[in-house]
């Protein structure tokens, strides 16, 4: 009997073990992770307006006022041609009390535009001058032309004179001469004799140039001014 019990008990234990082991476990719930935040974006920042530089504008020199009736010192004085005319307007200024120089062999690298306000360049060849120099009329002109043009450009007064009379207008090399310093000439300076026949009254008259005449060489004093 005994042992019917004990057998009993065993299968009622077995029946309990079973049961527990048979009933469905109960999952723990999943925990939720927290929703990532998207990371606040950073307020775009606004580059800096560009301040545009102010454009530079170049000053123009200040030119020295062509006058139609005079000549204004300090001047410098070359010959296209190397005829002594250059020399001779040279002396009469300085004679005079004027501040002048004169070069004859003066170009557009050596000019000194800070120290005068006025070129002027003299009209005529002579074969002998050029032929000591080394030069020739063509030589002449284009320094002549170069000078003139960075004297302008400087807000310098370009004169062109012919003061020696009609003995600087008797060839092809007086023509071309002339042609090249009255044509880029501000004012045109001559004595009565070197317009003898008219030739630069109606010269200036055509080109619209302010004609400066006087009786001879020496009356240039009469037309400086400083």
């Known amino acids: 009997m005994k042992k ?3 057998i ?3 299968m009622l234990v077995l029946a309990l073990v079973l049961g527990a082991c048979s009933a469905p476990a109960e999952e723990a719930p999943a925990a939720e992770a927290p929703a990532a935040e998207a990371p606040a974006e950073a307020p775009a920042e606004e580059a800096p307006a560009t301040e ?3 454009a ?5 020199a200040p030119a020295t006022e062509v006058s139609g009736d005079s000549i204004q010192a300090p001047m410098i004085v070359t010959t296209c041609g190397q005829s002594p005319g250059a020399v001779m307007v040279n002396m009469v200024a300085v004679q005079s009390g004027f501040t002048s120089a004169s070069d004859n062999s003066l170009t557009a690298e050596t ?4 120290a005068y306000k006025t070129l002027v360049v003299t009209a005529g ?8 120099a080394g030069t020739d009329v063509d030589t002449e002109i284009e320094r002549c032309t170069a000078l003139m043009q960075a004297a302008k450009d400087a807000g310098m007064v370009v004169v062109g004179a ?3 009379g009609m003995a600087r207008r008797t060839d092809n090399s007086d023509e071309k001469s002339i042609e090249a310093v009255m044509g880029m000439a501000d004012v045109i300076l001559v ?3 070197s317009d003898s026949d008219g030739f630069f009254t109606d010269y200036a008259a055509q080109n619209n140039k302010p004609l400066i005449k006087v009786s001879e060489a020496l009356d240039i004093a009469s037309v400086i001014t400083e």
Do not use: F, Q, R
Request: aromatic share 0%.
């Open 4 to 6: 019917i019990l004990s």
């Open 191 to 193: 004595v009565e004799d």
């Open 125 to 132: 060849t002579s074969m002998k001058g050029m032929g000591a």
């Open 111 to 114: 000019l000194d535009t800070s």
């Open 56 to 60: 530079e504008t170049g000053e123009a």
């Open 162 to 164: 012919h003061i020696e």
């Open 8 to 10: 009993i008990a065993l």
């Open 52 to 54: 545009e530089a102010p």
